[in-house]
């Protein structure tokens, strides 16, 4: 008896092999009406009409030409790729559904051990290596098939930073959580994972509906899941993540953040103005809660420059500034004999950048007297240290147009405002008065009570 994924692998070959015929006929069919429609009507047709018959003919080539290396290309893939596709989902069917692995014993009779299958499905990069070390290494068996209480999904290495002791904490309330990873997690997301020795799992396989998922995007590569896990009955739960644009005025992106959660976790009073949602509770932030604390311990590094440059002109925001932002902060470092010191967003690839760290953002935060940037969560990295910030806007940028940016900490508009800033960075300056500012609009800080005790028991008594 022929098994139900032969049946539908069968299935998909011959749609393969359809789709492939139909791109041979578009191809061979292209040609002739490009070479035989504009012969047949050449003759009868005028200046005009001529002038339009080449273009349609050279369209019509063009395509059929697309069309037809397309398909040639297809046609070229190894065959060895299909086979990796099999065996890739035969791989997903199994540690997903271990029943399906016992009624489909041709299926698993494919595996190989881990290691070897790495191989020789990431041969080309074709499989993500969570596909297939995921389980050896994100969990065992036990824990893919466990009901967790709180599914944490970051986006990025330093949510899993933050939110590790968010799962501690909950741990102690006695609510069970884990840290999801999919095909968009990176190595550095894994690496976090494995020093704070967290429970692990792929949501791939994982098919238990949690009480709650943790995010701090609701947007992007996690919406799919979190759509999929409201349909199951989990509750959504937010945390704000550092500067957020929240009206989309200057990445011009469709994201309307935290809007899609039931729960929402505030940072503070900015957070406060512009998340109008029913459901919202003001935690604070762990991050910048921990910054001061390094702080007043005085365990930050010395600076040893002048100024460090953020260069965060990432996901479309400003394009046409970028370059004139940039020329200009460096003719201010030029014209004070300053060496440039520019710290780039690791998704800008602007190569007339010159003068590059190497170094972490946090690091060149600690050795820096002053920080220059536009809207960034790195603005409250450096006041939280102590550091002086030039919040450096000639574009006008409005994400925070709603607070009032004091002389100790200005909204500077124009280079020769900047050159006066940095010029006067030797007066007396008490990093108190930044993290003031700091507390006041942006992160509220409870004295009794961590941010990370706020956020686990918001999540608890939400579940």
């Not at 297939?132 to 009901?147: H, M, N, P």
């Not at 009206?247 to 959660?261: G, V």
């Not at 967003?345 to 190497?358: K, L």
């Not at 940037?373 to 919040?391: K, P, Q």
Request: one cysteine or more; a neutral charge; charged letters at 25%.
């Amino acid at each position: 008896m022929i098994s139900r994924t032969t049946r539908t692998l069968r299935y998909i070959r011959l749609a393969c092999d359809l789709l492939s015929l139909s791109a041979r006929i578009i191809t061979f069919g292209g040609l002739a009406l490009s070479a035989s429609l504009p012969l047949v009507l050449w003759r009868r047709a005028g200046r005009i009409a001529k002038i339009c018959i080449a273009a349609f003919a050279l369209a019509c080539s063009s395509i059929s030409m697309m069309v037809g290396l397309n398909a040639a290309r297809r046609r070229t893939v190894p065959a060895r790729r299909e086979d990796r596709q099999v065996v890739s989902r035969a791989i997903d069917l199994t540690y997903r559904n271990p029943r399906w692995a016992a009624e489909n014993p041709s299926a698993v009779s494919l595996f190989k051990p881990d290691e070897e299958w790495h191989d020789y499905l990431n041969a080309d990069g074709f499989v993500d290596q969570y596909s297939i070390t995921g389980t050896a290494r994100l969990g065992t068996d036990r824990q893919q098939a466990e009901a967790f209480d709180v599914i944490v999904l970051p986006s990025a290495r330093y949510h899993v930073t933050e939110l590790a002791p968010v799962i501690a904490q909950l741990r102690n309330l006695g609510v069970s959580a884990a840290l999801g990873f999919d095909s968009n997690s990176t190595d550095g997301m894994l690496a976090e994972a494995e020093r704070f020795s967290l429970d692990c799992v792929r949501m791939a396989e994982y098919t238990s509906a949690p009480g709650a998922v943790l995010v701090m995007n609701d947007w992007g590569a996690t919406r799919t899941y979190l759509e999929s896990a409201r349909r199951r009955g989990s509750k959504i739960i937010a945390k704000v993540e550092g500067a957020q644009d929240f009206a989309n005025r200057e990445t011009l992106r469709w994201r309307l953040p935290y809007t899609f959660a039931d729960l929402v976790l505030l940072q503070g009073e900015f957070d406060e103005q512009n998340i109008m949602v029913d459901n919202a509770i003001t935690v604070g932030s762990i991050r910048t809660e921990q910054i001061l604390d390094a702080a007043e311990r005085r365990i930050l590094e010395e600076p040893v420059r002048p100024a460090v440059t953020n260069f965060n002109f990432a996901y479309g925001v400003h394009p046409r500034a970028e370059s004139k932002w940039y020329r200009d902060v460096r003719d201010v470092h030029a014209s004070l004999g300053y060496r440039l010191h520019v710290n780039v967003h690791p998704a800008v690839t602007a190569a007339f950048v010159d003068g590059r760290s190497s170094w972490p953002l946090a690091l060149d935060l600690e050795t820096s007297d002053v920080l220059i940037s536009r809207a960034s969560t790195a603005i409250f990295d450096a006041l939280a240290m102590g550091r002086r910030v030039a919040y450096f806007r000639p574009e006008k940028e409005m994400v925070w147009q709603s607070v009032e940016w004091t002389t100790g900490v200005p909204s500077i508009d124009t280079p020769r405002e900047l050159k006066e800033f940095l010029v006067g960075r030797n007066t007396y300056w008490e990093p108190r008065a930044g993290q003031e500012f700091l507390k006041k609009n942006f992160v509220s800080v409870f004295p009794n009570v961590s941010a990370v005790e706020r956020v686990a028991t918001a999540i608890a008594s939400g579940l």
